[in-house]
């Protein structure tokens, strides 16, 4: 009796871990399935490609734009045998019709921090449009560190003028006179300040305050404007509370009256019911303690 | 039927006794009057005594409203005894003898008694010995064999005593009184400072002063101005009578110190 049982379990087990590892494999094939749809291997495209002296900047996967859309991506990274990079990039049949064979592909940077992206800058419509295996013209679009490389190299010579103005002997005589000028300047603001010096002193104080008024004017009307903004706004907001619930007040003044009146009663209640009457002692009206003293008559 | 059934029924029978209990019903003028008087006492305690006085007119016109005869007592009498302390003493002794007099109504003998006895001290207040000695002898007539205020009217009695120089008799009256206010502060202290005086006009310094350091330890812990400056002059007195003229004069100076800020 119990040999045809365990027969039977056997049985079972096998059966459910054969579907187990069909769901597994379903699911692995499935995720195989949505890999493949991801790198296109179900879509229909064109390879072309395009050669760069280095490959600085691409990689595998990299996304394809043509207009602002995705239209395809790079496949493969080679180095040829002359040392250049060539690239190949897969693109969507349905864009194709629309790149010439005279576009460009050009890597950009989508932002300043965005990630690089190979985009194709259209050619004439009038020519034949790319094939399997057309050759784009390459090139690399301006990133910010050849922006700033273009900026500095303008800057230099201009730079290279003005160390050749400064260091000519017009400019530092000019510069001594100026020096002289303002120490004969300091010396008489000296005198001035040995004759009236609390005047100076009372000066220097106001023109310091008049300074850090002037700087410090401006913030607090500023603050001031947000402040009173803040508070007009506050106001609003109030006077809306005070319009909304003013029908309100009355009756809630009324609730919480009655609510009160209800909790004395309850406590009363309580306090007078059997079990707490003991706790609670009512007050009385109670009498002063008669006092026998009578002061003594003065002698 | 079990033990336990039987315990069940019989503790069921008690919780439903104690149910039946009926509380005594009180209008809320009635506590209304209740919470002025009890604001009056509170008053009172801190010194407040024309505070003290509203409170208890309120209270007692309410009382009046509703009839309420023992309030109507207790509050007359209140007024009475804050009316008396603030000098009022024509005030005093209208209230009292409206209490007193009062034919309509009935008051319990107990507040008639200490009506009597107010009425008593104001007379010896007055000097009036004879005056004092007739309602002395009426609070004792309206105070029964339980009454809280006996040692009050020995006190008052021991006054007498003393203002007629008997200082046996006060002495005498105020020992007694000392038994019967052993355990109301007030009254002892009071007992105490009138025994030392009679102790004094016996010329029993010693003893006197004993007496005396007794009422004053009790005067302070009630904090009353008064009574500390009266055991402090009493003291002077026995100071001087043991020929002790500084510890007299610093008993004179402390007096007049306490005298110096009117708290009574």
Known sequence: MKLPNYNQRLLTIEKRTQRFMLGAVGVMLLVLLMI???????????????????????????????????????????MEPNATVRVRVSLDDEYVHLIGQDAKARLVKESLVGESVVEIIPGSQQVKQVTQNSVLEFERGQDTSTV????????????SDIHQITSSGDIQQTLKNLNQASGNFRETVNQFTQVGVNS???????????????????????????????????????????NDSAGEIPSLVRNANALVQDGQETLGGVKRSWLLNSLFTAPEEQSLPVDGYVAPTQP | ???????????????????????????????????????????????????????????????????????????????????????????????????????????????????????????????????????????????????RIAGVIDNVRAGIALRANDADKALQLSERALAA?????????????????????????????????????????????EKIRQDLLLSAQAHEKLGRAEQAAQCRDRAARIAATALK
């Open chain 1, 36 to 78: 493949a749809a991801k790198q296109d291997y179900f879509s229909r495209s064109t390879a072309i490609y395009f050669f760069t002296p280095n490959a600085q900047g691409l990689s595998k996967g990299m996304a394809v734009k043509f207009v602002g859309f995705k239209v395809g991506s790079v496949q493969e990274i080679n």
């Open chain 1, 148 to 159: 700033v490389e273009n900026l500095a190299a303008q800057l230099q010579p201009i730079l």
């Open chain 1, 200 to 242: 100076n002193k009372a000066v220097t104080s106001l023109n310091s305050s008049l300074e850090t008024l002037d700087k410090a004017v401006p913030k607090l009307m500023d603050k001031a404007d947000k402040t009173l903004d803040n508070v007009q706004s506050a106001t609003t907001d109030i006077k809306k509370i005070t």
């Open chain 2, 1 to 147: 039927m079990g033990a336990r059934s039987t315990v069940s029924i019989l503790c069921s029978l008690v919780l439903l006794a104690a149910c039946g209990t009926v509380d005594e019903v009180r209008s809320a003028r009635q506590e209304q009057a209740t919470e002025f008087n009890q604001r009056g006492q509170r008053a009172f305690q801190r010194g407040e005594y024309q505070a003290a006085a509203t409170l208890y007119e309120q209270a007692l016109q309410i009382d009046v409203a509703i009839e309420n005869e023992n309030g109507i007592a207790i509050n007359t009498l209140n007024l009475a005894r804050v009316n008396q302390l603030l000098g009022k003493t024509a005030l005093t002794q209208r209230l009292l003898d409206h209490l007193l007099e009062d034919k309509a109504l009935h008051y319990a003998p107990a507040h008639l008694a200490e009506a009597a006895v107010q009425k008593a001290l104001l007379r010896l207040q007055e000097n009036d010995a004879a005056g004092a000695t007739l309602w002395a002898d009426k609070a004792a007539a309206w105070c029964e064999s339980d009454c």
């Open chain 2, 181 to 225: 206010n052993r355990d109301v502060p007030l009254e002892r202290a009071n007992a105490l400072r009138l025994a030392a005086s009679a102790r004094l006009l016996k010329n029993e310094p010693d003893a006197a002063l004993r007496l005396l350091e007794e009422a004053l330890v009790i005067d302070k812990s009630l904090g009353l101005p």
